[in-house]
């Protein structure tokens, strides 16, 4: 390990949501092989909520056509529960991904990501990461800016007087560079920063914020103008 890696974490709890048995098992035995703890499974939208509510996993790893409810559906019900969501869907179509991530799923993988790119995005997702397969990220990134300008029109109509919370510069920093898509690793990078360090600015901005993960911190910083002072010149 070098120096530049967190510490390992323990292993998070899963629970896994498909309607397809001979995959809900195999997926389930490639997690638990790799020394997930998969704390249940559901086969259609009202089990994957009632079974999350249950047993409160890290992480919800969850088909998107589920019977009873949809992904995005389920992502609804679930509410403000801790758990992070992880779509993993056959479809990669631009509304199916859009609906998910407005309904609160933190990332988006299609099923033809190998066991070892499904076993990191659910490491990554536990912790507060948005995992998208390769393409995806750009299309989710372009709709926050669609939506940027309308969102800070509505927080400043809401509640002009509320003050945006006082971040350092390193944080400000780090968080121009979320806003561009790019992942720990590659800020790390970019800064000459140990992964660890960018992980726990993302940490103490997503709590002075008072939001959950780093889609929320990318719509966050787009409806605040952020990007456009990255120091990357993207």
Known sequence: MSQADPPV????RVLVADDHPLWLAALERDLVGRGVEVVGTAADGPAAVRRTRATRP???VLDLNLPGLRGDEVCRALGDLPTRVLILSASGEQQDVLDAIKAGATGYLVKSASPAEILDAVLATARGEAVFTPGLAG???GEFRRLRSAEAAHEATADPARPIPQLTARET???RLVATGMSSKEIASQLGLSHRTVQNHVQNTLGKLHLHNRVELVRFALAH????EDPAGR
């Not at 974490?9 to 998070?12: E, Q």
């Not at 103008?225 to 456009?228: K, Q, T, Y």
């Open 225 to 228: 103008g952020l990007e456009d």
């Open 58 to 60: 890290d992480v919800l």
């Open 9 to 12: 974490a323990a292993a998070p």
């Open 173 to 175: 920093e780090v968080l």
């Open 139 to 141: 299309l989710v990134l």
